[in-house]
């Protein structure tokens, strides 16, 4: 199966949170997609509850199930806690950095930056999403690009403070992935011990 490319509300609404950002209609219709959405009450399993979490996770970051499963086996061979390394890898992805330094509004539309060339990672392009960006590496706007409509209008648009663990410079339209972050640090609500524990049955 791909990557999931419908509607992003109905998305929402199964986990009841918004995953990809503010959402009217989530706020109008907090309860589960379908016809009996309203009415659906059922616990879930112990099961049910860690299926949950990974794929909230996977579709907060956009990853395909394949990928996201690469992404745990490498956070297991790595030293420290599996959940934390897990989380970190998946915010150290170039679309997920790109996102954070506030150049896209969203991870698709920072996906789609990345896909179209605009973006250097330390002065050369990169148009692969998944890179994974080391402490220490320079994500910029392409020179030619930096004057692109897109990119000007979401640097006008007010936004939320930038992460701790990235610095970012408007003026430049360039900034530096300045260290792994914290796992209390990253602002999505994932039970990381769940996605480790579905993967371990």
């Given at each position: 199966?791909?990557?999931?490319?419908?509607?992003?509300?109905?998305?929402?609404?199964?986990?009841?949170?918004?995953?990809?950002?503010?959402?009217?209609?989530?706020?109008?219709?907090?309860?589960?997609?379908?016809?009996?959405?309203?009415?659906?009450?059922?616990?879930?399993?112990?099961?049910?509850?860690?299926?949950k979490e990974k794929q909230k996770a996977k579709f907060i970051y956009g990853?395909?199930?394949?990928?996201?499963?690469?992404?745990?086996?490498?956070?297991?061979?790595?030293?420290?806690?599996?959940?934390?390394?897990?989380?970190?890898?998946?915010?150290?992805?170039?679309?997920?950095?790109?996102?954070?330094?506030?150049?896209?509004?969203?991870?698709?539309?920072?996906?789609?930056?990345?896909?179209?060339?605009?973006?250097?990672?330390?002065?050369?392009?990169?148009?692969?999403?998944?890179?994974?960006?080391?402490?220490?590496?320079?994500?910029?706007?392409?020179?030619?690009?930096?004057?692109?409509?897109?990119?000007?209008?979401?640097?006008e648009t007010p936004r939320q403070a930038a992460c701790a663990w990235v610095?970012?410079?408007?003026?430049?339209?360039?900034?530096?992935?300045?260290?792994?972050?914290?796992?209390?640090?990253?602002?999505?609500?994932?039970?990381?011990?769940?996605?480790?524990?579905?993967?371990?049955?």
């Amino acid at each position: 199966m791909g990557r999931y490319t419908g509607p992003k509300t109905k998305i929402s609404r199964r986990f009841g949170e918004p995953l990809y950002g503010p959402d009217k209609t989530l706020e109008r219709r907090n309860f589960p997609p379908g016809m009996h959405g309203g009415n659906r009450r059922r616990k879930l399993s112990e099961y049910g509850t860690q299926l949950k979490e990974k794929q909230k996770a996977k579709f907060i970051y956009g990853m395909r199930e394949g990928q996201f499963r690469r992404f745990f086996e490498k956070a297991r061979a790595m030293q420290g806690n599996t959940g934390d390394n897990l989380m970190r890898l998946c915010e150290s992805r170039l679309d997920n950095v790109v996102f954070r330094m506030g150049l896209a509004p969203t991870r698709p539309a920072a996906r789609q930056l990345v896909s179209h060339r605009h973006i250097e990672v330390n002065g050369k392009i990169c148009n692969i999403p998944s890179y994974i960006v080391r402490p220490g590496e320079t994500i910029a706007v392409r020179e030619r690009d930096k004057d692109m409509r897109a990119v000007v209008d979401i640097l006008e648009t007010p936004r939320q403070a930038a992460c701790a663990w990235v610095e970012f410079d408007k003026n430049t339209k360039s900034g530096t992935f300045a260290r792994l972050p914290e796992t209390e640090e990253i602002p999505e609500t994932v039970d990381e011990q769940a996605i480790v524990e579905f993967y371990s049955r």
